[in-house]
């Protein structure tokens, strides 16, 4: 081996990675995007679950109660009010994922019938039901010990120790816990498969159209179709079209296997859920426009793609609800279009939303498929 060869090669690779500054800022930026995304998108237990507190009664047994929700780290308490239909209502519309109500007669210590405490939750969202509901069991079984000492603290001394160990064991449970699961039991399986559905549909849309037209303009076949009389309306629209075609067949395949396979159950309507993945391949495919309208080679289009897709795919909740990252994160999903695309297609197979609950998500998905392919044809080089 010459040693002064070697050197010359290695310095001649270098250089040329130097220059090539797509690939160098991938290669910087990929690994740390990738460790930052998965440690706060997938890693840690989960906090701050936006929930409601219905307070029905006052008193201290009531203050001191919500004292305890709030103190908890899993709770990021958005409500406190007297109405059960509006706790109940914040859980229906998304905007917390449980309500726990607090019924009327919870302060009187001196009833011989004990209070009910409902947990009224989104079982849509698997994980967060799976850390909410025994977290408030727990919770509400130490506070009924606690009133259960009180209660016995009220009757005389005597009148204690003659009673049965049944009428002590009635007296120390003085709270009854109901669960109330507004969709029924949903495996982690239901959570996942719109998340997968519209995930895969991303990376197969973005990453065809760079082997559709970065890779076309590499090899030249790009050049040679722009020599005939094709203007580049024609040739996106073509592109558009087949891959339509195929990535939504593709998403329909998993979907079918899910159903199959897994017991998947659409409670929606299959024609919107249909229609949604159509939409969210569109807005990829225009994403995918958008970035490969400048890339020179199919490698610069990947090391533009990946900075995007990496933080769509850890952060938009396709794996892990979103509620329950950072704070920064939580803001930076809904930047990722693919947040929009989950949270509809989870709407219409989970909880058999209509077209109506989805309105914003729709329209979002619009408006980011209208800004894609404005700016990627626009930005189109036809100077091959």
């Not at 973005?206 to 970065?214: D, E, L, N, P, V």
């Not at 040679?224 to 203007?231: E, I, K, N």
């Not at 890339?295 to 769509?312: G, N, R, V, W």
């Amino acid at each position: 081996m010459e040693t002064k060869k070697v050197m010359w090669m290695i310095k001649k690779d270098l250089l040329e990675l130097w220059r090539h500054k797509p690939r160098l800022i991938s290669i910087i930026l990929f690994p740390i995007i990738a460790i930052v995304f998965f440690g706060y998108g997938m890693g840690g237990s989960l906090e701050n679950i936006p929930i409601a507190i219905v307070e029905q009664s006052h008193g201290p047994v009531t203050d001191q109660t919500v004292d305890a929700i709030k103190n908890m780290s899993l709770y990021d308490v958005k409500e406190v009010t007297s109405d059960p239909d509006q706790g109940k209502e914040m859980v229906n519309s998304g905007k917390v994922k449980a309500a726990i109500i607090l019924p009327p007669d919870y302060d009187n210590l001196e009833s011989k019938q004990a209070p009910t405490v409902i947990l009224y939750v989104d079982s849509s969202d698997q994980l967060a039901t799976q850390a909410i509901v025994p977290a408030t069991q727990i919770l509400f079984t130490r506070i009924s010990g606690e009133i259960g000492i009180k209660k016995m603290q009220i009757e005389s001394p005597l009148g204690v120790m003659n009673q049965s160990s049944n009428t002590l064991q009635d007296i120390v449970n003085t709270i009854n816990f109901e669960v109330d699961k507004i969709y029924g039991d949903v495996k982690y399986m239901d959570f996942l498969i719109p998340g997968i559905l519209a995930m895969t549909v991303m990376f197969a849309c973005m990453g065809g159209m760079g082997r559709s037209i970065a890779g076309e303009r590499e090899t030249g076949e790009l050049a040679r179709l722009f020599m005939t009389p094709t203007s580049i309306a024609t040739v996106v629209g073509g592109k558009i079209v087949s891959k339509l075609i195929t990535e939504t067949g593709r998403a329909l395949i998993l979907l079918i296997f899910a159903i199959v396979l897994f017991g998947i159950t659409i409670k929606g309507s299959m024609l919107l859920t249909i229609l949604l993945l159509v939409l969210t391949a569109l807005c990829f495919v225009g994403f995918g426009i958008m970035i490969s309208s400048r890339a020179e080679t199919q490698e610069d289009y990947m090391q533009i793609m990946m900075p995007f897709q990496m933080p769509m795919m850890f952060v938009s909740g396709v794996f892990y609800p979103i509620e329950t990252m950072p704070w920064f994160f939580q803001k930076l999903a809904y930047v990722f279009p693919l947040t929009y695309a989950n949270d509809a297609l989870r709407a219409v197979i989970l909880k058999g939303a209509g077209i109506t609950e989805i309105s914003f998500d729709i329209l979002i998905l619009l408006a980011f498929t209208l800004v894609f392919f404005m700016v990627g044809v626009m930005r189109f080089n036809r100077d091959i």
